[in-house]
């Protein structure tokens, strides 16, 4: 890497979007409307685009791409939503017959997780904590981990 151009002089400014394949571009709408509230800013034959929370969010057709490996990691993204919220939600995914996952056994000062997975597999965890929250937490009871300055 060339010396001359250090990090200060390129900035990452933001999070621009995180897009998702799918197999299935109309059941795939209607499940992220549901559990997410996610509002429908775009839509093609093979792509949706929302807004979750601010967030853009796009989805496109890969046909004939298998997600059952997805299922088998934890890579995922996380949206916040508070604990009340996240009992509703559960709510509303029974009622659509949406299945879920409650989050592992923590202690309470690192929040509470719901995970929820799309139905090509990717896995979504809505979480009740920030990542302030986390941090004074290891800070406070975790001496196993080493926090550095946010």
């Known amino acids: 890497m060339n010396n001359n151009m250090c990090n200060e002089d390129i900035k990452i400014t933001g999070l621009n979007h995180i897009t998702f394949s799918v197999e299935d571009i109309n059941k795939s709408i209607e499940f992220y409307k549901i559990v997410l509230d996610a509002k429908l800013l775009a839509k093609g034959d093979k792509l949706a685009y929302f ?35 996240q009992d509703k939600l559960i709510e509303k995914l029974k009622q659509h017959g949406i299945k879920y996952e409650l ?16 139905y090509d597999g990717h896995l979504i965890e809505l979480h009740s904590k920030t990542r302030t929250d986390r941090l004074k937490y290891y800070l406070d009871e975790r001496p196993d981990i080493k926090v550095f300055n946010e």
């Open 51 to 85: 807004d979750i929370a601010g967030i853009w969010v796009a989805l496109n057709l890969e046909e004939n791409i298998p997600g059952e490996n997805r299922e088998k990691t934890y890579t995922h993204i996380a949206f916040s939503m508070t604990e009340s919220d």
């Open 103 to 118: 989050g592992r056994p923590r202690n309470t000062r690192e929040g509470k997780s719901l995970y929820i997975r799309d």
